[in-house]
């Protein structure tokens, strides 16, 4: 299973008292695939720095950046899909890009997506993707 997964997310998974937790330990175990681009590794560290602190941030990106489940993709074409936060058509697009199987997020802006009848990406909360995850 092929994922995007949004920086909202990424925080909650690593909590070591989070119920998200199960997320980043079926990643860990090669359960699914994540798929990024720069501009979302960037996001990623940056967002790490600053809700946690820089030992917690850079163990979390060398495991990223190491990973062979990490998918590293270009984004050739900007579909500007989602106009309430143009920030998060980084997600959208290298989902479009990898043909993403999900866009994982608690972001309330991705719902503009699945308006959509083209490009069809299937966008699913954390709780969702978590439940997933149990059955792997």
Do not use: C
């Amino acid at each position: 299973m092929k994922i995007v997964m949004d920086s909202n997310v990424l925080l909650v998974v690593i909590g070591k008292k989070s119920k998200f937790l199960p997320i980043w330990q079926a990643f860990l175990k090669r359960k699914f695939q994540l798929i990024v681009s720069e501009d979302i590794l960037h996001e990623y560290e940056e967002i790490l720095l600053e809700h946690t602190n820089s030992t917690i941030a850079s163990l979390v990106m060398e495991i990223l950046l190491e990973s062979l489940d990490v998918i590293y993709k270009r984004v050739y074409y900007d579909w500007n899909a989602i106009s309430a936060d143009v920030d998060d058509n980084k997600f959208f697009d290298v989902a479009v890009v990898a043909n993403a199987d999900f866009i994982v997020t608690n972001d309330n802006h991705f719902n503009e997506v699945k308006k959509l009848n083209f490009p069809i990406v299937n966008i699913i909360t954390a709780q969702s993707f978590l439940e997933m995850v149990a059955l792997l």
